[in-house]
């Protein structure tokens, strides 16, 4: 037995074990030297995990619709980063309007309400343009094609949005109703904050209570299953597919009002770096997963935000924040070397979500 797992080992195995444990043995050394330094107070601390729950909040919303339209086509729809885009920048001119009339400061609430249907509606649209014109008929092709037409698809709308809207960041207008914070002990939370994770918390409960307990949920399972199987069963799988796409877009749309009301800039290239993040998220979690799509984004998240300074700080390393997306696809590519699977490792249709 020793004999046979000595011969499954192969160089490949031994260097990745290296790297891992390198990965692994500089995180511990710069926490402890971090720590041990005591720059940051506990008022700092829950500053970062705050902030990286939120931005987490964020990521796992759009990392839903990687994991919904890879639980039930098996395939990677990079489209996705652009459903994003659309929605809050299409949102920004219905907001520019309503601050330059008022309406935003004296109905903040009714005023948000308004983008997040604007901005949820924008990328419903795109989800289901994309999947009936680039997707449905592609969806018997090898794997590689579907992927190469998910990224021309991407640079279609990204390039389309740039020449409908212009090039230039747009500022969204600030909600003065979601101005201030509040202060608990140690711990500081603003109001933007509370609004993206409350936010992010109802719309990822209410998909897994929808993918689970509602009769649109189980078929979406058992398509996720075995496709011809379920047709067997009556179920219209062209109809699931497409409210899949529902679904994962009205999320991103959700997700790209939250992230614009907390960053406040919008522009045609705003979905890449957000959407490789959530598809690392996706990733991390499971991909395939929903519990797993949602966990990998708060773990993204709150990795991004405390990480650079607890791991780098006390290396020495003169700007730590600046490599916070270093840091993040170090975690990936060390959830990758250890549990490949991901976090939680079930797809859609094995999963109680």
Same mark, same amino acid.
């Given at each position: ?28 050394? =710069? ?101 009936? $014109? ?36 747009? *500022? ?23 609004? @993206? ?21 189980? *078929? ?27 679904? =994962?877009?009205?999320?991103? %749309? ?16 705003? =979905? ?41 700080? %006390? ?17 990936? @590519? ?7 699977? %991901? $976090? ?10």
């Amino acid at each position: 037995m020793r004999q046979r797992f000595l011969n499954r080992i192969n160089f490949t195995d031994i260097a990745l074990g290296i790297i891992g444990v390198s990965l692994v043995g500089l995180i511990i050394i =710069g926490s402890v030297k971090t720590l041990a330094a005591g720059n940051y107070t506990l008022r700092q601390w829950l500053d970062f995990v705050v902030f990286g729950i939120a931005q987490g909040s964020i990521y796992a919303l759009i990392a839903l619709g990687y994991t919904l339209v890879y639980g039930i086509l098996r395939m990677i729809n990079f489209a996705h980063s652009e459903v994003f885009m659309g929605g809050a920048f299409t949102a920004y001119f219905a907001a520019d309007a309503m601050a330059k009339a008022g309406f935003l400061r004296e109905n903040p609430f009714i005023a948000i309400l308004i983008l997040f249907g604007i901005a949820m509606l924008t990328s419903v649209f795109l989800g289901v343009l994309v999947e009936r $014109i680039a997707y449905r008929p592609l969806r018997r092709a090898p794997r590689l094609v579907p992927l190469i037409t998910a990224i021309g698809a991407s640079f279609f709308l990204q390039y389309t949005f740039k020449g409908l809207y212009g090039d230039q960041f747009k *500022a969204y207008p600030e909600v003065a109703a979601l101005r201030g914070s509040w202060t608990f002990g140690d711990l500081n939370i603003t109001r933007i904050q509370v609004v @993206v994770i409350m936010s992010a918390a109802l719309l990822m409960l209410g998909l897994y209570l929808y993918v689970q307990y509602t009769k649109t949920g189980k *078929a979406m399972r058992a398509v996720s299953e075995d496709k011809d199987v379920a047709a067997l069963m009556g179920i219209d799988v062209d109809a699931i597919i497409v409210r899949t796409f529902v679904l =994962g877009a009205a999320l991103a %749309g959700a997700a790209g009002i939250l992230y614009a009301l907390t960053f406040r800039q919008v522009n045609y290239f705003m =979905g890449f770096i957000p959407g490789i993040k959530a598809f690392t998220a996706a990733v991390l979690g499971g991909i395939g997963n929903i519990p797993g799509a949602m966990l990998g984004g708060i773990f993204l998240g709150l990795f991004e935000s405390v990480g650079p300074i607890l791991f780098l700080d %006390g290396l020495d390393v003169p700007a730590p924040y600046q490599l916070k997306d270093v840091i993040a696809f170090t975690m990936l @590519v060390l959830v990758l070397l250890f549990r490949p699977s %991901g $976090i939680l490792g079930e797809r859609l249709s094995r999963s109680k979500a």
